[in-house]
């Protein structure tokens, strides 16, 4: 039986309480169903898992903590052609802010696009990667990626970086105190960490919670605003800009029919008129409109080391 009170991952002795609970059975078929990929042995004997809200910070959280997803998981989503975009809008932004002279890590290489353009334009940039797979590519295009973690870089290469960065990482760790923690090692005084995750509180929410993929063994924290401006409570930073992914094209028919769903057919009478006037042109035509107004899949915070 999961405990209504366990210790928050973020705040050193803090509380977190318990506020969903999630049956294991029914997330191993849907990933079965859905990606064709079988996630027993990450649950083990687990039948149920639950949602947790530290008390200081309000960050949500999945636990028990040993159910994320390992090097061969990632492995197989990375078989899709949409797992790992080469270059993406927080990508964009981040290239804006930067100084040529800048000396720059980032957490999570991934599909190392962002590494390998950023080399391309003669940034000094060093990635880490727990891939084998991309490490095996990174060397191969001669990008500079290592494959350790950063709790094992940051022991040899405290105050290093102008900039530490990392992009639709954070969810996936469930030690986030240590992770943010040596990343902060790893910044000189005045340097930049930048996080992108996805937006919990945008319209992602509306479809259980964000999808499957927003669950373990994938994603192990539910990051919103509010959670990522605490994060100046617990470390030596200062936000300096928060920055929202308009809704992006790759992602509007998820928006779309997640409005038409929650937001219109959960009530009778507004799916009635709906279907009557065949509206969904007309709300296709509106967010067309109004796209880049709206807020899409991800929030990116850019803090300062103080």
Same mark, same amino acid.
């Given at each position: 039986?999961?405990?209504?009170?366990?210790?928050?991952?973020?705040?050193?002795?803090?509380?977190?309480?318990?506020?969903?609970?999630?049956?294991?059975?029914?997330?191993?078929?849907?990933?079965?169903?859905?990606?064709?990929?079988?996630?027993?042995?990450?649950?083990?004997?687990?039948?149920?898992?639950?949602?947790?809200?530290?008390?200081?910070?309000?960050?949500?959280?999945?636990?028990?903590?040993?159910?994320?997803?390992?090097?061969?998981?990632?492995?197989?989503?990375?078989?899709?052609?949409?797992?790992?975009?080469?270059?993406?809008?927080?990508?964009?932004?981040?290239?804006?802010?930067?100084?040529?002279?800048?000396?720059?890590?980032?957490?999570?290489?991934?599909?190392?696009?962002?590494?390998?353009?950023?080399?391309?334009?003669?940034?000094?940039?060093?990635?880490?990667?727990? /891939?084998?797979?991309?490490?095996?590519?990174?060397?191969? $295009?001669?990008? +500079?990626?290592?494959?350790?973690? @950063?709790?094992? &870089? !940051?022991?040899?290469?405290?105050?290093?970086?102008?900039?530490?960065?990392?992009?639709?990482?954070?969810?996936?760790?469930?030690?986030?105190?240590?992770?943010?923690?040596?990343?902060?090692?790893?910044?000189?005084?005045?340097?930049?960490?930048?996080?992108?995750?996805?937006?919990?509180?945008?319209?992602?929410?509306?479809?259980?919670?964000?999808?499957?993929?927003?669950?373990?063994?994938?994603?192990?924290?539910?990051?919103?605003?509010?959670?990522?401006?605490?994060?100046?409570?617990?470390?030596?930073?200062?936000?300096?800009?928060?920055?929202?992914?308009?809704?992006?094209?790759?992602?509007?028919?998820?928006?779309?029919?997640?409005?038409?769903?929650?937001?219109?057919?959960?009530?009778?009478?507004?799916?009635?008129?709906? /279907?009557?006037?065949?509206?969904?042109?007309?709300?296709? $035509?509106?967010? +067309?409109?109004?796209?880049?107004? @709206?807020?899409? &899949? !991800?929030?990116?915070?850019?803090?300062?080391?103080?």
């Amino acid at each position: 039986m999961l405990k209504k009170i366990i210790k928050s991952p973020l705040v050193v002795s803090g509380d977190a309480i318990l506020k969903e609970i999630i049956d294991t059975d029914k997330v191993i078929k849907m990933y079965q169903s859905q990606f064709n990929i079988d996630v027993n042995k990450y649950f083990g004997k687990i039948k149920k898992f639950g949602i947790y809200e530290c008390a200081n910070t309000k960050y949500r959280f999945y636990y028990p903590f040993n159910i994320d997803g390992d090097g061969e998981f990632y492995e197989k989503l990375q078989k899709f052609e949409w797992y790992y975009m080469p270059w993406k809008w927080e990508n964009e932004i981040t290239l804006k802010s930067v100084e040529k002279g800048d000396k720059i890590l980032e957490v999570g290489s991934g599909g190392l696009g962002f590494l390998e353009k950023m080399q391309q334009k003669s940034f000094d940039i060093t990635g880490l990667e727990l /891939n084998e797979q991309s490490v095996i590519k990174a060397k191969e $295009k001669d990008l +500079k990626v290592l494959n350790e973690t @950063i709790q094992e &870089h !940051s022991k040899n290469n405290t105050n290093k970086y102008d900039v530490v960065c990392s992009f639709q990482v954070l969810e996936h760790i469930s030690d986030v105190h240590s992770f943010l923690k040596t990343q902060i090692d790893c910044l000189k005084k005045g340097g930049k960490l930048i996080i992108s995750v996805p937006n919990n509180d945008s319209f992602i929410k509306l479809t259980d919670g964000g999808g499957l993929l927003n669950k373990p063994p994938h994603h192990m924290g539910l990051w919103d605003e509010k959670s990522l401006k605490k994060i100046t409570k617990i470390f030596n930073l200062k936000v300096e800009n928060i920055d929202f992914e308009p809704l992006q094209k790759y992602h509007f028919d998820w928006y779309i029919n997640s409005i038409i769903k929650e937001k219109i057919y959960k009530n009778r009478f507004y799916r009635k008129v709906f /279907n009557k006037f065949k509206l969904k042109n007309i709300l296709i $035509k509106i967010v +067309k409109r109004f796209q880049y107004k @709206i807020h899409g &899949h !991800s929030i990116m915070v850019t803090y300062t080391k103080l």
